[in-house]
């Protein structure tokens, strides 16, 4: 959730993978048998190796010291029972990293379990019993779990039972004293279980009352020595209930202020002076509109690049003149950044961890249409280029015009109708206007945007006889034959890329129904690009 | 939700609340003596970290708060005691429903009578354990009966047994218990949830216990007080309709509730000095006007047990660790970390472009228009901007990005559950916050544009 400067907070590491790394690196000459890891012990119920001082965990994470305060005295000295806590926040404000941190430095044995990770109740259940048990899954057990539980019922009996043996283990290891070193041990007979992006929760299954279930957690186990956590990104008045549930201690993490966005900005950042002065000039426009970090950063990489490039070599400290030619050579970019803030993606910048490069990832896909350089950044067939217009035509003009639009001679420039603008015809209007930016594009059968595509395709052989010749596969005799097969295999493809959508089919007339989700701006850049007439064919109300 | 609702309707008390200094929360460093302090946490025993660890078990078991009622005698503990001890003395069945608010301490008190009977009538009781939450299923419900019954008289519980296998089995030893004159009693927790569906477990527990031969109670615990309406006919005329309600603590009670949780007992182990310093300034404290205003605040918003139990934890975690002793600060701060209003907060964490989204929604809403979407928002923020000469003004995909994490931070929602086909901009959103929360939370924004406030407050 949190992309800082130091690595060992950024990198979301489960506790497995980082165990196996460690015993990896410590005999590097059989790295190659690396799958015989040693079998897991209770201290595998510690987080990280190294040990953490206090100094750091607050250095480590800038305007966070509040809450990292308030959580380690909810925690409180060692062996003291809790109630289950409820940490929340928006995204990007070190929820997550927080707590394990915390963790680490308070050298407390948990279990963590996402709710991505484990995304229906099964995975979760096992995934938590497969921790407590101490189990591995490895190729000899067939990458099975310990135990198989569905039902919370089986859970909650199997957890108690795993539970009370890992609190035994733990009672007993206090005693001895620690013989293996290297390895952390587990301070205190608590065991904590923490759950991560608990909001997801919500979805799973909207009938069965896993939240209730899983905030009654503490409750139904009645085990002292067990403390709950729940991570998430929505508040408590989100969570619905029938008749409610066992509310726990709320901690919130706000967003960060501008102030901690430029700390944690600057960490890790070579020349300290010359960023400085950069977060000067950037940062108060683009925190009006985002105060994620994540996303600031990836704005602010290439805006940075472009800052320095009068610098040359210079590595000194900036003088005022020099900070103003700076600025002045900026200016222009950041005005123009700003409108683009979210098109730079998969920036490979140090600090973006796994987790914020995929979230861009999404975003990426979702944003594709809305490109608003020039040139179309992608490649496409031709044909499936006019099978997308076909689509978007197909969209956003009435069936009924179809006739009058495309008819032998083609295009119907010159059949435009005149009408009298009465007062009743411009509220019409209107209100077909508002319509359209309600409804959105509307949907069509497979066969009409194959008609409009053959009309499309005709019309262009007619009227491009010259330039067919250079544009190679589309013309020739055989293209209309040939068409049909290739053509529905475009047609996939283009739904894969989510420019058209597939909807589910009319039970009225039992064929699928079609829907392009392609913007106008994106539909005039590809026709520009065939040199089609696009603007010709769209029905204007 | 109680809690919420109320709030919302005393923004004065809650601006209070907020500004009430917190040490820790000022420019984001720790003071000085707070790593003295966290030394301590990680060293060995101390008489202050030993306090709060007895006191934190205190208030984590679930039972303590109720044991300082279980000399009254119009309490539900006595009737409750009564009611069971009988039906176990004079070998009879019954049924009983505890009913109340979540959070007033059924099962808690439930638990103690439990726990006395089973020391005054060592072998004559088993308990059987139920959740709504978990055993809803009657398949699933029957199974674990029959687990806890083998478990409890040390048969073999055999996971592979049928549905039809369980429910003889548990009629088979009803029977047999009732001829040992052994009472089964059975603790159906979140009782409305086994309420759903067709009640067979229900019907089969209750038609059993018709019998003469069994001896057996049956105790749903449910926060619903139309419980028992919600049983069938022929379960219905199988139970008896006893019912005892819980409810909240009385005023009166808070201050007994208090003392009884806080003070710190004598014979502890704990140095004697400390802890009559500490009881001494509690006692003191307890009587402080002060400290009265802070628990009449808290018990305005919502009086249960449950939430009392938080508010002292909560307090008792801001307990300073060098001096060791509870001040009212500490009341005082608790107070304001557990009533948390969310929507505010997550007000105040907007950018201000999304700000002005959530500004261009309401005014939408103020003109009726039915439902609105990112393309109507998106015409309204234009027009805003044209009338008004508002200097933010970003691309369409900046203010989409923006639209998406106002929906992340559920200050609005999608209008319709299907996520297919539509593209977002179409979907049709709604607020989900009111022009008074907004408002309000403009207020408190730190450097809102004033324009915004003049967007709200004017029309067209």
Not at chain 1, 47 to 62: Q, V
Not at chain 1, 340 to 347: D, G, K, L, S, Y
Not at chain 2, 198 to 223: E, N
Not at chain 2, 233 to 250: E, T
Request: charge should be positive; include cysteine.
């Amino acid at each position: 959730m949190d992309n800082q400067g130091s690595p060992q907070t950024t990198r979301r590491t489960t506790r497995s993978s980082l165990a196996a790394a460690n015993i990896n690196s410590e005999n590097t000459a059989e790295s190659s048998k690396s799958i015989d890891l040693q079998p897991m012990t209770i201290n595998d119920l510690v987080y990280g190796n190294e040990s953490a001082s206090f100094d750091e965990l607050i250095s480590n994470f800038p305007g966070r010291s509040s809450q990292i305060i308030d959580l380690i005295r909810l925690l409180g000295p060692i062996n003291s029972p809790i109630f289950p806590l409820f940490i929340y926040g928006g995204a990007s404000v070190g929820k997550t990293s927080v707590v394990l941190e915390i963790f680490r430095y308070l050298k407390r044995p948990f279990v963590y379990a996402s709710c991505i990770s484990c995304y229906n109740p099964k995975i979760l259940f096992e995934s938590i019993l497969n921790q407590l048990l101490l189990h591995r899954k490895s190729e000899s057990n067939g990458y099975s779990s310990a135990k198989r539980c569905e039902k919370p019922s089986d859970f909650v009996n199997l957890l108690r039972e795993a539970l009370r043996r890992v609190i035994d283990t733990l009672k007993g290891n206090k005693g001895k004293s620690s013989s293996k070193k290297g390895a952390v041990r587990p301070r205190g007979e608590m065991i904590y279980l923490i759950f991560d992006n608990f909001e997801l929760l919500r979805e799973w299954d909207k009938s069965s009352n896993i939240v209730p279930f899983v905030f009654k957690l503490h409750d139904i186990l009645r085990l002292p020595e067990v403390g709950l956590i729940f991570i998430s990104s929505a508040s408590l008045d989100t969570y619905y209930a029938d008749t409610g549930f066992v509310e726990p201690i709320p901690v919130y993490f706000p967003d960060y202020t501008e102030d901690n966005v430029r700390q944690i900005l600057m960490k890790g950042v070579t020349n300290q002076k010359i960023y400085s002065a950069f977060l000067d000039v950037v940062l108060k426009p683009f925190y009006r509109i985002t105060r994620r970090v994540n996303e600031l950063s990836a704005a602010f990489s290439p805006l940075f690049s472009k800052y320095c490039e009068p610098l040359g070599d210079f590595q000194g400290v900036p003088n005022e003149n020099l900070k103003r030619k700076l600025f002045a050579h900026l200016q222009p970019y950041v005005a123009h950044s700003l409108n683009e803030i979210f098109r730079v993606v998969n920036q490979p910048s140090s600090e973006t961890s796994s987790n914020n490069t995929r979230k861009l990832k999404g975003t990426s896909k979702k944003l594709g249409m809305y490109e608003s350089s020039d040139e179309l950044d992608f490649h496409m067939s031709t044909s499936a280029k006019y099978l997308l217009i076909s689509a978007f035509l197909a969209s956003r003009n009435p069936a009924t015009l179809d006739g009058s639009l495309f008819d032998s001679t083609g295009g119907s420039d010159n059949r435009k109708r005149k009408r009298k603008s009465s007062e009743k015809a411009m509220e019409q209007k209107e209100t077909a206007e508002q319509e359209l930016l309600m409804k959105g594009p509307g949907t069509f059968p497979l066969e009409r945007l194959l008609a409009i595509f053959q009309c499309i395709t005709s019309v262009v052989e007619y009227s491009t006889v010259e330039e067919s010749q250079t544009d190679g596969g589309t013309g020739g005799d055989g293209f209309n034959s040939l068409l049909m097969s290739d053509v529905l295999l475009q047609l996939s493809s283009l739904i894969n890329a989510n420019f058209i959508s597939k909807g589910t089919s009319c039970p009225l007339e039992g064929s699928t129904r079609y829907r392009s989700t392609v913007s106008e701006d994106m539909a005039l850049k590809v026709a520009r690009s065939l040199k089609f007439p696009l603007s010709k064919y769209i029905y204007r109300r | 939700m109680y809690r919420f609702i109320f709030l919302s309707f005393f923004p004065r008390h809650f601006r209070l609340l907020l500004t009430s200094p917190s040490w820790s929360a000022e420019k984001g460093k720790p003071p000085v003596f707070l790593k003295n302090q966290l030394k301590i946490y990680m060293g060995q025993k101390n008489p202050v970290e030993e306090a709060l660890v007895l006191l934190r078990a205190r208030l984590c078991s679930p039972n303590f708060m109720f044991t300082l009622f279980l000399d009254s005698p119009d309490s539900n503990y006595s009737k409750l005691k009564y009611i069971l001890s009988s039906s176990v003395t004079e070998a009879c069945n019954n049924s009983l429903l505890l009913l109340g608010p979540r959070g007033c301490g059924k099962i808690a008190v439930l638990d103690l009578v439990l726990q006395d009977l089973l020391k005054e009538y060592p072998d004559m009781i088993s308990v059987i354990n139920l959740n709504g939450l978990l055993h809803s299923d009657d398949n699933c419900a029957v199974k674990e009966i029959a687990r806890q019954l083998c478990l409890q008289h040390e048969l073999v519980f055999s996971k592979m047994a049928s549905y039809d296998d369980n429910s003889q089995f548990i009629i088979a030893m009803l029977q047999e218990c009732g001829l040992a004159h052994k009472t089964l009693i059975f603790v159906l927790d979140e009782f409305d949830l086994f309420a759903q569906g067709k009640q067979r477990l229900l019907y089969s527990l209750l038609d059993a216990m018709q019998s003469v031969t069994s001896q057996a109670v049956v105790i749903g615990v449910s926060c619903r007080l139309d419980a028992d309406q919600l049983l069938e006919k022929r379960v219905r005329s199988r139970f008896s309709h006893r019912k005892l309600l819980f409810l909240p603590p009385s005023k009166d009670d808070l201050q007994r509730i208090f003392e009884h949780i806080l003070l710190l007992p004598e014979d502890s182990g704990l140095p004697y000095e400390y802890v009559a310093d500490f009881n001494s300034k509690l006692n003191n404290m307890l009587i402080d006007k002060k400290f009265k205003e802070i628990v009449e605040k808290l018990f305005n918003s919502d009086s249960t047990f449950n939430h009392i139990v938080r508010f002292l934890f909560s307090a008792l975690c801001h307990m300073d660790l060098k001096s060791g002793f509870l001040s009212l600060e500490n009341f005082r701060t608790a107070l304001s970390s557990i009533e948390t209003q969310a929507k505010l907060e997550s007000l105040k964490d907007c950018s201000i472009l999304e700000l002005y989204i959530l500004v261009c929604m309401k005014r939408l809403e103020v003109k009726e228009k039915e439902t609105c979407n990112f393309n109507s928002i998106m015409k309204e923020y234009k027009n805003i901007h044209e009338s008004f000469q508002t200097p933010d003004y970003y691309a369409r995909n900046v203010c989409l990005r923006a639209f998406e994490h106002l929906l992340q931070r559920e200050l609005i929602s999608f209008l319709d559950n299907r996520s297919s086909g539509q593209s977002i901009e179409f979907r049709p959103v709604k607020l989900l916050i009111s022009w008074q929360e907004l408002h309000q939370g403009l207020k408190q924004y730190r450097s809102c544009p004033a324009v915004l406030f003049k967007l709200m407050d004017r029309e067209g």
